[in-house]
């Protein structure tokens, strides 16, 4: 198990930049794959972007593909979505999440608490 606290969220302009931050307790941090999903009110939680564990692939969604990066250091524990040239839709609650490689919410078992993201228009 491991516990994950997301910050940097916050509220920006369209076509504005922010970086979240999802820090780990414990020693194994560098034994999880990290994934960033995102929920829109009203809608599903949707896959961002995910980072493998030595951080040498990494996926994204289609929609934040060019825009996104995500990146990870394992000394500090930590995981990272920059995102950049926002879009009103990418208004959200942003979790980051630990486990497999994978674009599938199931195959992650550890979640943050979620940070809100909002761009006004």
């Known amino acids: 198990q491991v516990q994950l606290v997301e910050a940097g969220g916050g509220l920006v302009q369209a076509g504005g930049s922010l970086r979240l931050s999802c820090t780990a307790s414990?020693?194994?941090?560098?034994?999880?794959?990290m994934g960033w999903f995102r929920q829109a009110p009203g809608k599903e939680r949707e896959f961002v972007s995910t980072?493998?564990?030595?951080?040498?692939?990494?996926t994204y969604a289609n929609s934040v593909k060019g825009r996104f990066t995500i990146s990870r250091d394992n000394a500090k524990n930590t995981v990272y979505l920059q995102m950049n040239s926002l879009k009103v839709e990418d208004t959200a609650v942003y979790y980051c999440?630990?486990?497999?490689?994978?674009?599938?919410?199931?195959?992650?078992?550890?979640w943050g608490q979620g940070t809100q993201v909002t761009i006004s228009s």
């Open positions: 980072i493998s564990r030595s951080g040498g692939g990494t």
């Open positions: 999440a630990a486990g497999s490689y994978s674009v599938h919410d199931g195959d992650y078992n550890n």
């Open positions: 414990g020693r194994t941090f560098s034994g999880y794959a």
